[in-house]
């Protein structure tokens, strides 16, 4: 994080995460756009949930469910872990946890991106319907389940369940995968994925972190969309 | 706290703040009474159960029999919006030096789950233990006159006694050899009493309020102890009552706390019923509690029954399981509820959500994680 313009220092020692969340919903467009600080979250819910602007808040320490739920435009850094439910349909701006995060980071979100440096727990990016998801760590279980759109990115490993009923997310696992889900598959990584995947590292800043030769695509194989009654076996 | 004493020995925790009312006695009890303690232990039957209704996990893929509209319900369902009832806190030191704060980082933990569950609280401690005796948790009505019940107890019983009164509840602690007697005479002279747990070890305290006030009226706070469990409940399954409440004895030194709900709770309960298994109230946590007992009483241990409960249980659930050694924890094969674990050198930590965790000393340096589903954790230490 580059410039520094003065923070706003907000303590929820002292406050509560509903006058913190007020004040951050009155942020208008073309404000001048202060950088936000919020301390002692102590595992708080929804804290910046449903911001829509293009500021920056920098909490420290560790938060609790559907951290920067519904966001837009923000960016959103977290100096700890993050509890379930991080960034859930977020529209667009940049999530970016430094610790772990609990289950169904991502859920439903539409767009933006969230880059997580620890692991996250099952789930992760359940429903993604366009969001750019990143986990430097490993991810749990059932994560990618029924993913529409959008890519998930994990440097490490994938739980049991990858991409159960998935739609057409793109997956790039760089470890081992636990077991895929229904009508998820490995598919061929060629050059346009190995483009697609380095331009993803690179809004996140992470390019250069990995090889992108060691990464393994998967997707959906298409063959339970609909249903079909030769298919009533699968289900 | 009221402390009602069968011999004027006095014992090390009577304090200044503790009014003891001191009645000496010597009597015999009564014949009938070793009638009804024997009578009570209902036969083996053997462990043959059938599998037949080992449905669970259904996989994944099976839920694409619905609209793909359900993906979106179960990724806000799964993330708790619908389902943030109940929490359960855990504590188990490893630093002894800890031991005389147990019941307050307990109470904090407590307290902090309030917004799960606001109906009721109750605790499982496991604290101080006295040589060669058993502590009975009773649960009394509101009514109940304990110097009356002391005496009359003295009347009947041929062994030291001491009954320790925490506002609803009694601890009585008599000789773990005239444990069934003791049992027996409670029974006999005031049924209105609940044995809400047996063991060497374990005090199991639970009401009907907010958390903080259910911990305050039974001193939590002042406890010490070697580890505890915890529960605030929102009542989802059957009514609000003390009995509803958790956690649930299972067993000798050991207790139940889950958060979840079951949806083969009727059948399992009338499994069981067959099993000679007796259930106090409809709610579906005591099944869990009376499935874990019964298998246990077949002779699997704990780990074995909560890997049984796996297959037999459907729903979603966290489980907490006290014992006298440590605490258990198992989550359903899908981690429908959360949990989340805080490692260090002095303690391990459990809670339904991080906040719960986020007062103890050395948090910021602990190892957070979540446990596994489908996964059986065991912290436990030499006895």
Not at chain 1, 89 to 96: A, F, Q, R
Request: with cysteine.
């Amino acid at each position: 994080m580059t410039t520094e313009a003065p923070a706003k220092t907000f303590d929820l020692a002292t406050s509560s995460v509903r006058e913190l969340n007020q004040f951050l919903h009155r942020v208008k467009e073309g404000a001048n756009l202060p950088r936000w600080r919020v301390l002692n979250p102590r595992g708080v819910h929804a804290i910046a949930a449903g911001v829509d602007a293009d500021v920056t808040i920098e909490i420290d320490g560790d938060v609790g469910y559907y951290c920067a739920g519904m966001n837009k435009q923000a960016t959103v850094i977290v100096n700890g872990n993050a509890g379930l439910g991080l960034g859930e349909n977020m529209m667009s701006g940049l999530i970016y946890v430094k610790g772990d995060v609990s289950q169904a980071a991502g859920a439903t979100a539409h767009g933006g991106a969230i880059v997580i440096e620890g692991n996250a727990s099952g789930r992760c990016g359940i429903s993604m319907k366009g969001v750019d998801i990143l986990v430097k760590g490993s991810i749990g279980p059932m994560s990618a389940f029924m993913a529409q759109a959008g890519t998930l990115t994990v440097f490490g490993d994938a739980g049991e369940a990858l991409g159960d009923s998935i739609y057409e997310a793109k997956l790039y696992v760089r470890g081992s995968v636990k077991s895929l889900g229904a009508d998820c598959i490995e598919k061929p990584m060629e050059d346009i994925h190995r483009a697609e995947l380095y331009e993803r590292l690179k809004l996140a800043g992470a390019a250069g972190e990995v090889d992108i030769g060691d990464f393994r695509r998967y997707g959906s194989a298409r063959a339970l969309y609909h249903f079909h009654v030769d298919n009533a076996g699968a289900y | 706290m009221q402390i009602y004493k069968t011999r004027l020995r006095a014992r090390a925790r009577i304090t200044a703040a503790t009014a003891a009312i001191a009645i000496r006695a010597h009597a015999r009890l009564r014949a009938n009474g070793d009638a009804v303690a024997a009578g009570k232990t209902p036969e083996a039957r053997g462990a043959a159960l059938s599998a037949r209704h080992d449905k669970f996990p259904k996989p994944l893929k099976y839920h694409l029999l619905f609209p793909t509209r359900i993906a979106n319900f179960f990724a806000r369902n799964m993330a708790g919006v619908i389902r943030a009832m109940c929490g359960i806190v855990g504590l188990f030191l490893k630093d002894r030096a800890l031991e005389p704060e147990l019941g307050r980082h307990l109470a904090v933990m407590l307290e902090t789950m309030t917004a799960r569950g606001p109906d009721s609280a109750g605790f499982a401690i496991y604290g101080e233990r006295a040589p060669d005796a058993t502590k009975i948790t009773l649960r009394a009505p509101a009514d109940f006159d304990v110097a009356l019940f002391a005496a009359e107890l003295n009347a009947v019983l041929d062994f030291d006694a001491e009954i320790i009164q925490r506002s609803t509840h009694l601890v009585l602690v008599a000789p773990s050899s005239a444990e069934q007697r003791a049992l027996a005479a409670v029974k006999a002279l005031a049924p209105q009493l609940t044995v809400s747990s047996v063991g060497a070890h374990m005090e199991l305290y639970k009401e009907v309020g907010l958390p903080a006030d259910v911990a305050r009226r039974f001193d939590l706070a002042g406890m010490s102890g070697t580890h505890g469990v915890g529960h605030t409940r929102m009542a989802t399954e059957s009514a609000v009552t003390t009995a509803g409440a958790h956690p649930f004895s299972t067993g000798k030194d050991q207790c139940l706390v889950h958060n979840g709900s079951l949806s083969n709770h009727n059948l399992m309960r009338r499994r069981l019923s067959r099993e000679g298994v007796s259930f106090a109230t409809e709610n579906d946590s005591e099944v869990a509690a009376g499935y874990l007992s019964w298998r246990i009483r077949e002779g699997d241990s704990l780990g074995e029954a909560l890997e049984a409960s796996l297959k037999e249980l459907d729903g979603f659930y966290t489980f907490v399981v006290g014992t006298d050694t440590g605490f258990g924890v198992l989550r359903d094969p899908i981690g429908c509820k959360h949990a989340v674990m805080a490692e260090t050198d002095q303690y391990v930590a459990f809670g339904t959500e991080y906040r719960a965790l986020s007062a103890l000393p050395g948090i910021e340096h602990a190892r957070i994680f979540e446990p596994d589903p489908a996964t059986v954790y065991f912290w436990e230490r030499a006895a």
